[in-house]
């Protein structure tokens, strides 16, 4: 045995004094606890074990490459520290919203597991350029990062960074990723807003505000294998990215949307206790296979959903035929967390286009707020309370209530089918005003055109216009019980809206006078219509954009806001002889609905009688003012 320099043979006993030999064995003893507890990252959470950055050669699960922890229980914030200065996010908030440690949350249409947080372990990688895999080389339409921005400068600023996505073939597609602070980003921008974080000085509201994480989809080449990711690095020294999942939305199955509608806000609503709604949808496509979608936005806590039936209608609440019960992953319920989203499992039911469908969701604890589309201008129903479950009933005489909106209820989807074009906008795409229950909208008619061309294909048509939506700024705050629920702006619900409904080809955005009553200047308006032209080129969807309507008469339609409208017809109208334009078209919807001898007003016969909205006349001439071949790019 070699031993400081000096060798000793096996058998000879070391010659020096016992009192030295004891606090030398000590120190070993302690050097070698301190090695194991530098080595294992749950007991001390702030050493940071992970491969170099720089060394491509070994791509780690996620679960491997934790190396930060940044949820605390509440009264123990010591146990993380999320932004360098102490402050964690709380543990208790998350559970409470249902976003249990080691749970699913299913967002922008993407399963996202969740870190095991708790007591100190690590729950999230600060992003600078480790490899990450996500297993076997797979096929994905989009990768989504459910992560949040710190900063240490006080701006609270986005934090910007660059990744990278490896596929099988060799091939590298280096992506942007901007990520807003978590204390000073916009609620209506986020996945998740918890009411308050973890500080050393104490936690709630009076330490630091309401805190957010976001999620950010990355669309790739479906027809393309992932081999790895290359998470984003970070060049701003005053900024850190943290990564809480990351997860991939699959290319394996072809679902395309028949019905769609946007959640406008969260508001209060009953109490519903123990009782079924029954809501009223039209599909626009048709197919074989069918599944819903149900939506938490905006909530703070998980809702549970006892049951759930499709059905053809008759009249009224009452179904043609019997109900089709609904299960998720094999269950009759489920439970939604607080931002996440629910799909059930496909059953096979055959769905002409222009159908119309009863959804019934029952209820069994008590709601008293919800996610809803506010301007449903269709016909909902509701049992009493205590009435249980009647998802399957197929009479009409239990459901004595009516609900003037649709809560939960976001999309339903067809097996394989022909696509789909988004119409993006405000109330006058909503069908504000339009007659109740007569599928007057614009949207609807466009879609009966296409149904009634055997030779063209019969796309979905999927209405996500939200009444009193802007362009540029929230209405609905995207956070808490609102009386408002004119919803968060178009750039931050695209995300959503757009571009994780499926089977989504072309969107068709015709907004911003609704800015403009509301004080932006046509330059705002013009700039957000650019930003949602860029992300739609990213996430390859066409993208058309049409002119504004006149509004003179109408309520805030002042003749500085006519002068900021004909600045923004002008431009539009330029950028359709403009080869470099963003848009793939521009549809002078302006020029259907204004008055020949009075272009600042509405012809009077598309004049709904507020002077801003088209009635059905005029929302039919919109629709049939689409040249449909342009539309499908035939």
Known sequence: MVDGGRTIREGEGDPRPSRWRFPRIVAVVVTVVLLLTMLNPMSHPDVLVRPDPGDDAVALPLYDLLDRTGISRDGASNEGDLDGAGNSLSARTLAAAGWSPGGEVDILDTPMRLPVYGEGRPDHVLSDGQSLTLGEPTRLRSLTFLATGTRTDGTGADVRSVGSVVYADGGEYKFELVVPDWAAGPAGDAALTLPYANSATGFGLDVIGSVRLYARSVPLEPGREVDHVILPEVTDPDANLHVFSVGGRQADREWTGTWARATSGYTEVGPWQDQTLRLAVRSTTGGHKVRVRLDNTFASRPVTIGAVSLALRDTGARTRGAAIPLTFSGARGAVIPAGGRLASDPIDFLLPPSTELLVSIHLPDR??????????????????????????????????????????????????????????????????????????????????????????????????????????????????????????????????????????????????????????????????????????????????????????????????????????????????????????????????????????????????????????????????SVDLYELLGS
Do not use: K
């Not at 504000?432 to 061309?453: F, H, K």
């Not at 907004?511 to 949602?532: C, F, P, Q």
């Open 367 to 624: 709601v008293t707020a919800a996610p809803i589309h506010y301007a449903s201008v269709d016909t909902n129903f509701t049992t009493a309370p205590g009435s249980g479950d009647r998802t399957l009933e197929r009479e009409e005489e239990p459901f004595t209530g009516t609900v003037e909106q649709w809560p939960f209820l976001t999309g339903i989807e067809v097996m394989d089918g022909p696509g789909a074009v988004v119409t993006f906008g405000d109330s006058i795409t909503d069908g504000v005003r339009s007659t109740r229950d007569a599928y007057a909208r614009w949207p609807d008619v466009l879609s009966d055109r296409l149904r009634q061309r055997p030779d063209l294909s019969n796309l979905g048509v999927l209405n996500l216009g939200v009444a009193g939506n802007r362009v540029t700024t929230d209405g609905y705050p995207g956070e808490g019980v609102s009386t408002y629920a004119n919803g968060v702006s178009l750039l931050h619900r695209a995300q959503r809206d757009v571009f994780a409904q499926n089977g989504v080809e072309s969107v068709v955005v015709f907004a911003g006078i609704n800015d403009l009553r509301w004080g932006a200047s046509a330059e705002e308006v013009i700039a957000g219509l650019n930003r949602l032209a860029r992300m739609a080129r990213d996430h390859d969807v066409r993208i058309f954009v049409a002119t504004l309507g006149p509004c003179e008469g109408g309520s805030r339609c002042t003749p500085g806001l006519e002068r900021q409208r004909q600045r923004i017809n002008a431009h539009l109208r330029e950028q359709r002889l403009d080869p470099e334009s963003p848009f793939t078209g521009v549809w002078d919807f302006d020029a259907v609905l204004r008055d020949p001898e009075r272009p600042t007003r509405l012809r009077p016969e598309y004049d709904s009688g507020d002077h801003l909205h088209p009635g059905d006349e005029g929302l039919r001439a919109i629709a049939e």
